[in-house]
């Protein structure tokens, strides 16, 4: 049985599988070290967050067109709706792309198609525009300016890319333009960089979820703000054993943050690159932190808690997420 859930943290580029990369590339006629989708897997192993990022970015080099970028986006609908994500809030990197020499409008028009497809299940979907932060407060100004006159496909802003030395203040100004434009704000903060990059995404840029944010849980001042703000946090337990940001699954601090009573969701960032998907993560989580479906019920209420749709639709999500686990037997489980 699968569990109902919000996906709140998913880079729509690192659901790029290695088949789709290969296909691409063949298509736009783009060299790739080999054909070999097993070799090319094979190379999915990261040292930290830049090693990952360098063969991100690399990868992105395939997406050429508009039919491109509907296709990535289809697949990883098709794939959320058959693992029980019924909303989901999707994080798009158009830089990387406009500086490939794809035109905005190729990117956004390709990943709006791809996601209006019809599903079986159907997905609530919206687009979340990231800035790169390693290229700085000026690129993202001219990025937002630019993204403007297709204001109705996205509903938010947030900030990815190389964390440390890319303090979330250096954006101040974008994220108060965005504000000014009724933009939702998120930004990525405490994932290899400490509680103050957390502190600053919250009080410099006014964001109403923090993405990562597990090195909030080195400062109890800031626990204790997160809390009373009733902010949400992304986790993404799969991609934080893959990146290195944590030893191993078992000293993951996902038990200490909902021991904490925060605001705390489980999500996959970059899938194709980590091993897995949203319903990876939470069966991640119960077979090596030992979470109960107690627990697991509380993460996929907090998805919807914490998402941007109508109150209507959490609502009724939400229920959806009480009927299933009210109707596990003894001895059953859902992952
Ligand atoms: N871009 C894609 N995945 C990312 C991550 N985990 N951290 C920062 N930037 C990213
Ligand atoms: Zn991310």
Request: proline content about 6%.
């Amino acid at each position: 049985m699968l569990i109902p859930t919000a996906e709140l943290h998913i880079h729509i580029e690192g659901t790029l599988e290695p088949e789709m990369l290969v296909q691409l590339a063949r298509r736009n006629q783009v060299p790739l070290p080999t054909y070999d989708v097993e070799e090319l897997r094979a190379r999915y192993r990261f040292g930290d967050l830049q090693a990952f990022l360098d063969l991100y970015y690399a990868n992105l080099q395939v997406l050429r067109t508009a039919e491109d970028f509907h296709d990535l986006a289809a697949a990883y609908l098709h794939r959320a709706a058959s693992r029980g994500v019924r909303r989901a809030e999707i994080f798009f990197d158009p830089q990387a792309h406009v500086n490939h020499g794809v035109p905005l409008e190729a990117v956004i028009e390709g990943l709006t198609a791809g996601l209006a497809e019809p599903t079986d299940q159907p997905v609530s979907t919206d687009l979340i525009l990231c800035f790169l932060r390693d290229l700085g407060p000026e690129a993202a100004g001219e990025m937002f300016r630019a993204a403007l006159p297709f204001r109705e496909h996205f509903i938010g802003i947030g900030l990815d890319s190389a964390e440390v030395g890319h303090p979330p203040a250096m954006f101040r100004e974008v994220y108060a333009a965005a504000a000014a434009e009724g933009l939702h704000r998120v930004a990525h903060a405490g994932e290899e960089a400490g509680p103050d990059y957390v502190w600053e995404a919250l009080d410099v840029l006014g964001v109403a979820r923090v993405d990562h944010g597990i090195r909030a849980m080195e400062d109890a001042a800031l626990v204790d703000r997160l809390r009373a703000d009733r902010i949400p946090l992304t986790v993404c337990p799969l991609s934080n054993v893959s990146l290195r940001t944590v030893d191993t699954m078992a000293d993951h601090v996902l038990p200490a943050m909902l021991d904490e009573n925060l605001v705390v969701t489980i999500n996959s960032d970059d899938p194709a690159y980590f091993g897995g998907y949203v319903d990876d993560n939470y069966a991640a989580v119960k077979a090596q932190l030992g979470l109960s479906d107690t627990h697991l019920r509380t993460l996929a209420l907090n998805s919807f808690d914490a998402c941007f749709a109508p109150e209507a639709d959490r609502e009724r999500w939400k229920s959806e997420v009480r009927a299933t686990f009210a109707g596990l037997g003894p001895g059953s489980s859902l992952t």
